[in-house]
């Protein structure tokens, strides 16, 4: 198993421009999730689908769009960017959604928005 | 919103010797569970240690422990003797009893000298 794969490892993007985070899991995962890392504030939670169809929101949503079109895949939408979003991304998955399941989280992608 | 804090920034530990990581949680839910993450300078997250706040008894994983004090909201890690590859920032996690959602700390640096 590749685990909880992303795409692309670094991305500069110029302040307006759009991109997609990619995230792909092959462990039939029902449960992922985005974070982003900021020097300093650890993680916090971006988005969330508990499974194909179903996202919803966490603590930083503003600035992102998701969709679970398949139980694998869980891209990340930067509409236009900003230089507040620069940051590193990690994509996790864990089983389902019940609480205390170990979270996979993939290598991460460093994002600068210039 | 559940907060986490580690109020060490860095530490530092000589090869082979214990050294033990803070960090207090505030909530109101009287069920629910942690987690102690590493993440070397690949920046892979990797669960350490998870604790279910109803069991009394202190987890362990080889040479990685906690210290769960429930009244006081606090979870420490207690590193035995450490390895130059324990080497990294390490993450405390909450995460409420039910939902797998993950509120994360700003981290500790743990620096191993040989």
């Known amino acids: 198993n590749a685990g909880v794969t992303q795409t692309p490892k670094f991305q500069v993007l110029k302040t307006g421009q759009s991109m997609t985070l990619q995230c792909a899991q092959d462990m039939n995962h029902e449960y992922m999730s985005w974070y982003r890392q900021d020097p300093g504030m650890g993680l916090r939670l971006i988005h969330y689908?508990?499974?194909?169809?179903?996202?919803d929101q966490g603590e930083v949503p503003n600035g992102y769009n998701v969709s679970r079109s398949t139980t694998e895949d869980f891209p990340l939408r930067l509409l236009s960017a900003a230089p507040s979003q620069t940051s590193v991304y990690f994509c996790?998955?864990?089983?389902?959604?019940?609480?205390?399941?170990?979270?996979?989280f993939g290598p991460g992608t460093r994002l600068t928005v210039l | 919103a559940q907060t986490v804090t580690q109020s060490q920034p860095e530490m530092s530990v000589q090869e082979a010797e214990t050294v033990t990581l803070s960090c207090t949680y505030d909530?109101?839910?009287?069920?629910?569970?942690l987690f102690w993450y590493k993440q070397p300078p690949s920046r892979q997250m990797i669960l350490v240690i998870r604790q279910e706040a109803y069991k009394q008894q202190n987890a362990t994983e080889n040479r990685f422990s906690v210290n769960f004090q429930k009244a006081a909201k606090s979870f420490s890690l207690k590193i035995s003797d450490s390895q130059l590859g324990d080497a990294a920032m390490y993450f405390c996690a909450y995460s409420p009893y039910n939902f797998n959602k993950f509120y994360f700390g700003s981290g500790t640096k743990l620096n191993v000298k040989p």
């Open positions: 996790a998955s864990s089983a389902d959604w019940m609480a205390g399941n170990e979270q996979f």
């Open positions: 689908s508990v499974g194909a169809g179903i996202t």
């Open positions: 909530t109101s839910e009287s069920d629910y569970y």
